[in-house]
């Protein structure tokens, strides 16, 4: 079993910055990849950013340049360091680990952005 937890979230006016911070417990060690994705109400979850235990990364084109995602394997921890954020970055944001037997998420931490 793997437990994920968020935290970071919160109500920033835009372009303004915000970190997300997601840690792993429990079986961590089965762990290869872990990502960011965003649900907007009526909309489905998409995936934001991911990394993989050597560090490779991915992002979605709307988030290229102002978003980072990285980790820290000795803390079990990956990050979303988001910048000059927009509106419609407004979501809830969870944290997914895969590679295990099973997929697993976090509860979400929700990101506000105001005009």
């Known amino acids: 079993q793997v437990q994920l937890v968020e935290s970071g979230g919160g109500l920033v006016q835009a372009g303004g910055s915000l970190r997300l911070s997601c840690a792993a417990s429990g079986d961590t060690i089965c762990i290869s990849a872990m990502g960011w994705y965003r649900q907007a109400p009526g909309k489905e979850r998409n995936l934001v950013a991911s990394?993989?235990?050597?560090?490779?990364?991915y992002y979605t084109e709307s988030v290229k340049g102002r978003f980072s995602i990285s980790r820290d394997n000795a803390k079990n921890t990956v990050y979303l360091q988001m910048n000059s954020l927009k509106p419609e970055d407004t979501a809830v944001y969870y944290c997914?680990?895969?590679?295990?037997?099973?997929?697993?998420w976090g509860q979400g931490t929700q990101v506000t952005v105001s005009p």
């Open positions: 990394i993989s235990r050597r560090g490779s990364t």
């Open positions: 997914k680990a895969t590679g295990c037997p099973r997929d697993y």
